[in-house]
């Protein structure tokens, strides 16, 4: 079935360093895509999200990317901080999907001091 | 923002027993809920979608007598795990959406559910 998917389950940055989070959908009908933080225990905490019209969306200290040619997204994260340790999780809703989350399999990232 | 309340944050319950979890929206009316279902080191897997007043709608392979969601008012749904068995033990997380905030989806912070 449609899936969304990550390419690295573990990404391990420097504090201060930029990190970047990939995600690749198989959904060429799903119009509208989030990015979720999760750490541990707790559920999703939404970071930003893209409408299919749009490439790129910028909000504080985050960026994503979306890619409709080959189905990518990417979430950027500038100069990266401790307290961004997290299992990150990219999220699709298919067009007519009222509100319907796709997730991918997640990423968790490790920011070392 | 937004809020979603999830209670209890936290169960440990004997197999055979039924355990049941609340999600309530707090500052607005959720029109929708959603229960999705998370095992370590996994993605969340959507269980069911819960409209206000209407049976809920679950997915693939999720036993609608095994789970059973209600979702009574527009502020609160419930899940019901009936006869929990150790399989039964993961993370349920709810999320909310409806108002002004159509579209946005609020997550409650989850229930840790451990079947002895």
């Known amino acids: 079935g449609e899936s969304v998917g990550l390419h690295l389950p573990t990404l391990s940055v420097q504090e201060g360093d930029n990190s970047i989070i990939n995600c690749a959908y198989s959904n060429s009908a799903s119009d509208y895509f989030i990015w979720y933080k999760q750490e541990s225990g707790k559920g999703p905490q939404f970071i930003i999200d893209i409408r299919s019209n749009m490439d790129k969306r910028q909000g504080q200290r985050v960026t994503v990317l979306l890619n409709k040619t080959v189905k990518h997204l990417s979430l950027q994260i500038a100069a990266t901080q401790p307290g961004d340790s997290a299992v990150y999780f990219c999220?699709?809703?298919?067009?007519?999907?009222?509100?319907?989350?796709?997730f991918g399999a997640g990423t968790r990232l490790a920011v070392h001091p | 923002g937004a809020v979603v309340s999830q209670h209890p944050s936290r169960v440990i319950c004997k197999s055979g027993t039924s355990v049941k979890i609340e999600c309530r929206s707090l500052?607005?009316?959720?029109?929708?809920m959603f229960w999705y279902r998370q095992f370590p080191k996994q993605s969340l897997m959507l269980m069911a979608t819960s409209n206000e007043g209407s049976k809920a709608t679950y997915e693939q392979g999720v036993e609608k007598d095994k789970f059973l969601i209600n979702h009574a008012s527009l502020t609160l749904s419930t899940l019901t795990v009936t006869s929990a068995h150790p399989e039964d033990s993961s993370f349920y997380i709810c999320?909310?959406?409806?108002?002004?905030?159509?579209?946005?989806?609020?997550f409650g912070s989850g229930t840790q559910l451990s079947v002895l």
């Open positions: 999320s909310a959406t409806g108002g002004a905030t159509n579209e946005k989806l609020f």
């Open positions: 999220a699709e809703i298919p067009s007519g999907g009222y509100n319907k989350l796709i």
């Open positions: 500052d607005f009316q959720a029109t929708t």
